[in-house]
């Protein structure tokens, strides 16, 4: 409260928390803006990236947000949870997908119903994500129209007066990369490979969006790649605090 | 195809099958119309009475339509999944309730989510289920407004043009029993009642509500129940085939 005023950042909060720079670019704005957030919400989902989910944890702590990894059955019919090897090495530039075989089906409406499920055990009204542009080009439940129509469902599901905030849904990569380091967001804390095995393996859609994010800024990724890297012109990370 | 025309009926189904009334309705409904139903799925989501999964399955054998019980994370927070004991022998017409203790937290959004993440997997384009207007007065997941709102999340979310289909949506359970009457759907092998323990209680919520629509429509309930009832002028179920 201020000076008799609600303001939105006092609801109650919960964030989707993934362990990638996306969800913890979206969790170091929700602290910076004061939101009230009660917890930091993880998914198991038959992903093999499951290495994420520690980091999820790992960044939860650092924030001192209360965490819950929830198990959910499978989501079957995606390279990321084992049908099909992992994309490498792919000519990002050149694709016009119009869903990326990563795609998970379904994928953000389960979470996002989950987390309102959740979310009725307590008194928190607002579901924090970092959905973001970049990814809303071919994953389609990355979309604010999806958000939209989602958060309608929600309050007519529940009746709860659900929001679904998004801070980071007109972004690409690098505008993530750039408000990361402005909130001092924990980046080395971060897990961001679809193969899963550390260290990341920079070949993937996943690391090549997340490399070439990092170099258009300017700036060093900080996690460990296992192959040799160019950063000509770019700062190490530490000289970015 | 009939005369080069698509009907709605050849466009591939996946029905949402409880083992319940409802759903049975739906899917003796599908059948009589024509539908291709591809699949009947099935949901353990920490139910009490998971016993009407048993009954799911013999009713989808019954129809010979391929069943799949999805294991779900146990959705929290209801007297169905054990927050509290199941309400007994209330007095249903006195009340006012805006939500049933019996709601599950957003239920039917995470069912139609994963129901539609498992029709990714194939073709099917319309999910089939017996959501009705007797359960939408206090379960507001069950309502038309938000099946609409689900339909249009679901087909931002997937950009396959998903129809949820329900041809119960304007019944109260007296129509509904007709209907299964009149379809010969198999009523003995259903299970309604919240408790789970064979045979039923006759006093749950779920119990009453099934027992007064069977006496509404002058029919006696096949199934056994753990207290003695009162059937006057009701025929018995085997008269009505």
Redesign the interface.
Known sequence: MRGGQTRVQDEPAIILLSGGLDSVTALAWAQAEGYAIRAALSFHYGQRHERELQAATAIAAHYGVPQQV????P???SRLTGDGAIPQGRDLAGLTE??APTYV??????LL??A???A??GDATQLIGGWNAADGANY??C?D??LR??E???R????RHFTIVRPLIRDGKAAIVRRALALGAPIPLTWTCYVGEAPACGSCDACQLRLDAFRQVGVRDPLPYAVDLEWVGCRPYAETG
């Open positions: 929830v198990e959910l059955a989501i079957r019919g119009t869903i089906p379904n994928r953000n409406m389960i119903a989950y309102a499920a959740h009725l055990l389609p439940d979309r129209e999806f129509a989602t309608t469902a929600l007519l599901a529940t009746l």
